[in-house]
């Protein structure tokens, strides 16, 4: 039964994108079969890896599509769900349907066509808002991991993060489990970066993860269409998102 | 009768809210009145200045609550709308009007208290979304400065800012001014932010505007609820935005 994981900051450019791609691919990369649904209407992912899903995950939410169907493989042991601008007439289609219903509707839909029975890790990556998208990854997944840039309005942004998780454990019953605080563009030579870095450990002590370094070669890879393994092994975007990829497979979702 | 700029990029973490923040500080230093309304549930422009609106951007919306009576001065000639997550709940409820109603209302909210008589100024700091609050920051403003940072997931989110774009004008009838594109972060030493800028120069021509170079005091001054003006007047973010500043009061919006 796969680990359903929701790589989720409603604010904006803290490295969503970049992680779900990086880690799925690197978890993918060890053998384990992995599916990275892209939850945002710009469509990053398959920008990101040069994959553009004849149906989207709009269809899937709103048609009622099988999502095993939408699915395409990208690698070996990884298969994408892509989305495009499709999915903001989808969030305003969640926002029509029952408040009983709204949130619940990706879970429904994956589990209706057994799509944890094919997969053992399954990325949801998520746009930066507070939407009805976001909610229903966070229904669907069983643990988040929350990229954080090392910075003051970062601060401000995880306790919106920490609240909305809460209230959807009020609302729905199950609570997310947060796997992880990933801080991210981390600066050494920076202070204001290293202190936010003491803070986020302060508060999440050993879920506080360590730092992906700014490094211009995890901007570059999407300009090939290739994940930071492939485009530069050597350097420390690899080297970081190879140890956040560990740290993801040998800590098992406890409660 | 007041110049309307929104301040538009779904992509996230381009800048939007600092260049907001500083561009209509700035602005109002000259002597202009300005207006600031955050039209982003993450309130980050009143966490950037340390102020909390008694009301917010939502009862605006949904309450049709005066603009005016919630608008709090925060420095000599600049005023600010703040929003917080109530903001999110005003996009469902948006989302649940009639559609030819839903891209009218902050316009017809703003026009009905007759805002523009109020300001020379109005500055619009956007979320990152394609969501109706800012079809409806589009629907009000007569130009969009569109922040970019350096990469290229940042280009193809501004050929996306640029079909919304289109598209509003459409339904809408009536045209935003793209006023300028401002390339930020700009890290001049890297390869890839120079090809980003020579990108954009290429297709915006005059319209890019000189780059935000990258300067960590960018990221310090809301830390002490500070323009970068007061924080650091002598740093390269203060001379970048001064620059920006200048730009928009000397080019008057033609057509
Ligand atoms: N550690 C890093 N060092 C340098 N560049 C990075 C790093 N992480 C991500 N980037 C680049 O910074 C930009 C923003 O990152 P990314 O798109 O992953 O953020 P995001 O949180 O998904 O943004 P959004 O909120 O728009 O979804 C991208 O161009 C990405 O390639
Ligand atoms: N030129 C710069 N150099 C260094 N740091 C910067 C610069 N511009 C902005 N920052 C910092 O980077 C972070 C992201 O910037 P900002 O919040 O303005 O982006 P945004 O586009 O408004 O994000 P969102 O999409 O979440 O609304 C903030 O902490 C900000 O203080
Ligand atoms: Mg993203
Ligand atoms: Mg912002």
Chains 1, 2 share one sequence.
Not at 47 to 54: C, H, I, M, R, W
Not at 70 to 78: F, K, M, S
Not at 186 to 213: M, N, V, Y
Request: aromatic share 4%; with cysteine.
């Amino acid at each position: 039964r796969a680990r359903v994981i929701a790589v989720l900051n409603q604010k904006g450019g803290t490295g969503k994108t970049t992680t779900s791609v990086n880690l799925a691919a690197g978890v993918a990369e060890k053998g384990f079969d992995v599916l990275l649904i892209d939850m945002d209407a710009q469509g990053n992912v398959g920008a990101s890896l040069g994959v553009k899903g004849e149906h989207t995950l709009a269809s899937v939410l709103v048609e009622g599509r099988n999502p095993m169907d939408v699915a395409v493989p990208v690698r070996g042991h990884l298969d994408v769900i892509t989305a495009d601008e499709s999915l903001a007439a989808a969030e305003v289609w969640l926002a029509r349907q029952d408040d009983a219903i709204a949130p619940h509707v990706l879970a429904s839909r994956m589990t209706a066509a057994m799509v944890q029975r094919s997969y053992q890790y399954i990325v949801i990556d998520c746009g930066p808002s507070l939407n009805l998208l976001n909610r229903n990854a966070l229904t669907y997944a069983d643990e988040v991991i929350i990229p954080v840039t090392c910075d003051y309005l970062a601060l401000v942004g995880v306790r919106q993060v920490l609240r909305t998780i809460r209230e959807i454990d009020k609302h729905v019953g199950h609570a997310v489990r947060i796997a992880g605080v990933v801080p991210t563009f981390f600066d050494p030579r920076t202070r204001l970066a290293r202190e936010s870095i003491a803070t986020l450990q302060g508060h999440f002590k050993e879920r506080c993860l360590e730092p992906i370094r700014i490094n211009t070669r995890l901007a570059e890879a999407p300009t090939h269409r290739k994940t930071i393994f492939e485009h530069a092994p050597e350097s420390h975007g690899a080297e970081d998102y190879h140890r956040l990829v560990d740290w993801l497979v040998t800590h098992q979702a406890a409660e």
